[in-house]
């Protein structure tokens, strides 16, 4: 049935597109229409003269010996007598057009709705034409025809005469109107128009010759005549006009943009005074070199690493390789998994198994047999990543049985840090395809460690340390080492007049006392305000443009300016830290962390546990980029890397890592103490500089927060800044700070005591205080005086 039904329906629709006539019948159906149009229009025009002759025919149209005169004989006498006589006389010749066109838009398939247009207005003109005919030659009715004539008859027994005539005037305007589009006043300008001479219309818009009255007119008439003609025949030559339009106003476009190209060209910009100066200095004495200090510091030479006994590199082991490979297969086909492809690459420490499963086996299903595959391989360390982003397998991480160490110094050996354009590069160690990793801490911006006791924490923070040494001058980098062991970092201690920063009273630079390390964030804080500050004036975005522009002797080091090195924080036990200190510790990290990337203050924390209280949400939000050893649980895993598998490592240096999306499985480079000593005493061995490079001196909030104007109780600095604000005559506490190496609150407590012994002005909102000294020797007046 379904069948029957199917095979009728299409004949169906068959019929219904034969209704519609095909293209062929179409062209049959046109041409035969015209052809009729034209035999009608014969027939029309000879009717009008043998109309009487035929007349006496009509009713012989089956008699084939009578003989009508019509050029189409019976059938013309017949029809015409249909259109004309009994229809609508002389306008019937409207009827041999609709059909002539109508032929037309068949034989050419056009679209019928013009057509339509056509016809509607063809039967308005056929009736109007008709009526006016019949009404004005009533004696003469083959002129509107008999349904002119009865019309007529019919509608001046209602109107009257006048009234047909009112009637027949209101068709012609709503013909006029409609159909020809004429306004009043087109009327006008088509009249006026009739007087002119074709020629001096068209001289008409030439500028040149002036015909005297009539220029005025012209003038008014040329836009009424474009209205005119806006419509049907003369479309096209206004297209025309509008594509010259544009063509000129392109050309003369072009001309006016070369000009003005040309006259930029001739601008030529003043110099500064600042940057002629800067030139001037850069040709004397070449651009600024900050390791000029220590022009004779030599970078700690690779011999001072080990081999570890890795030499060579991985030593692959076939056997071990197709035991695993074979493991693989059979569990999973125990669980009705099968392989399509399966690729091993050989690490380090592991081996990624990559696996193309056969069509139609779901991820989930391998990714929930991790434990499974793990028994399987009697190893511990699985860790699946289905799917590997970017590739579309699926990776299976096995460790090696026997693992290479990654030494220090094949990753430092390595082009790819060797010719690393970073501003801080680090060699973490290798990747799960036995390259090189190097990332750039710069871009981090700071760096989140975590695992747990004896992973290899302390070996990745000194491979961090490692690198920077390798790779940046003392006067680039400088680290603050926080150290609550005490005794991890020990070892840097030789290199304090070289790489390290601390603040301007203590004894050690690096930091064991928790006291001490809320001091020293807070002055790294003052240290982010002052450079953020001299950004600011050196109008730069970040550090590494604000260099380049010392370098190019353009900000001057009388003004405050200096080159800045980058600043790396290392915090060896975080947890620790929070536990003791709290709040007071990650405030200020938590400031550093927001803001300092762009003024080169770099963070890297790092901690045993990593639990929620330890890393705070507000730390973690800041620390984009962070490092999992081994943890001992999914839940500390997902605490540092948001998602398990630090919990899957096998320890030893083998660590994840994450900027954002992507973990990376890295073998960290092993650097042991023994090297760390040999570096540090080789550059600690060379001359450096005076002293460590001095933060800014914090004072705590509750150690002077009362304002003192007892001369006995001014601050020590008090007449350094005296002088620091008369020499510069600006009464400001952040140029105390900068000049200084003050703080925040002092420089502010300082500037209170300055008002007070009248040399600078009261406090006048944003604007510099006003300086009442106006120079040294008046300064040296005043303070005797104090003192007498
Ligand atoms: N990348 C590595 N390659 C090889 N072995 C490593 C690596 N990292 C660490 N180890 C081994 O692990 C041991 C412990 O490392 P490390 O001292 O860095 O651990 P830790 O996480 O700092 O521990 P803790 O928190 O107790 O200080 C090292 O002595 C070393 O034998």
Redesign the pocket.
Known sequence: MAKKASKTKPKATKKGISLKLSKQNKIILGSLLMLFSIALFFSFLSFYFTWQDDQSMLSEFSDRNAQAENLLNKFGANISHIFMYRGFGLASFIFTFLFFMTGLHMFLDLKNSKLLKKWIWGLVLVIWISITLGFFTMERPLLGGLVGYEMNDFLQDYAGKIGVLLLLLFGLIIILVRLFKLTPDGIATYLGKQGKSVAAEFKKPTPNEDEGGEVTGSDEETPIVIDTYTHKKDIPVLKKDENDLPMEIAANKKEEEKEIAMEIGKITEEKEEKDVLSDKLVADFGEFDPTLELGNYKFPTLDLLDQHGSGGGITINQQELEENKNRIVETLKNYKIGIAQIKATIGPTVTLYEIVPEAGVRISKIKNLEDDIALSLAALGIRIIAPIPGKGTIGIEVPNKNAT??SMRSVIASSKFQKAEMQLPIAF?KTISNETFVVDLAKMPHLLMA??????????LNAVLTSLLYKKHPAEVKFVLVDP?KV?LTLFNKIERHYLAKLPDSEDAIITDNNKVINTLNSLCIEMDNRYELLKVAMVRNIKEYNVKFKARKLNPNEGHMFLPYIVLVIDEFADLIMTAGKEVETPIARLAQLARAIGIHLIIAT?RPSVNVITGIIKANFPARIA?RVTSKIDSRTILDTQGADQLI???DMLFTQGNDVTRL????VDTPEIARITEYIGAQRGYPDAHLLPEYVGEDSGTSIDYEISERDAMFRDAAEVIVIAQQGSASLIQRKLKLGYNRAGRIIDQLEAAGIVGPFEGSKARQVLVHDMASLDQLLKNEQN
């Open positions: 160490i990654v160690g695992g747990a006791t004896g992973q290899g924490k302390s070996v990745g062991k991890e045993q050893f320890g030893r240096g073998q960290c480079a092993f």
